[in-house]
């Protein structure tokens, strides 16, 4: 992996940590609604959640699925000028270890949750976290973006 890929893959799992309670914006939800996200570290009051370095954050999403759901798969991307680029997580079975039991009921409230560390090694930087639950046919349950920054 390159210097450069390997900077802007640090950068989007830094910004996946955040608190927002309200400060997100619905990027394409089809099969539910967010009714609430809060991630560590962040201050509700500011523009871009700050994500502290040398630190683990956990983001909640509270959401209700308008059909019901067989599998449930988590999927994020870090955008950065426009360019969405993938992050891994280390668990994205939104099924196992996340506060969620499947299958999921349509018009149920359930609180998906994961931690995930901010490395110091992270460079300070702004980015916007594109956060998505997926079902089993890969649409979109939630989709929301979190403007986030590396600190």
Do not use: W
């Not at 939800?29 to 509700?44: F, Y």
Request: charged share 20%; proline share 7%.
């Amino acid at each position: 992996m390159s210097y450069k890929n390997g900077v802007l893959i640090f950068m989007i799992f830094c910004a996946l940590f955040v608190k927002l309670n309200g400060e997100f914006s619905d990027c394409g939800s089809k099969m539910g609604k967010v009714d609430s996200i809060s991630v560590t570290n962040c201050d509700a009051d500011d523009d871009k959640c700050i994500l502290r370095r040398n630190s683990n954050v956990t983001i909640q999403i509270q959401f209700t699925p308008q059909k019901d759901i067989k599998e449930l798969k988590a999927i994020v991307h870090g955008v950065i000028m426009n360019a969405p680029i993938p992050f891994p997580l280390p668990n994205g079975n939104g099924c196992v270890d996340s506060g969620v039991t499947c299958p999921l009921t349509s018009g149920t409230s359930y609180n998906y949750f994961t931690t995930l560390p901010v490395l110091k090694e992270y460079p300070p930087v702004s980015v916007d976290v594109k956060f998505e639950l997926k079902d089993e046919n890969d649409e979109d349950i939630t989709c929301s973006m979190i403007p986030s920054k590396i600190k």
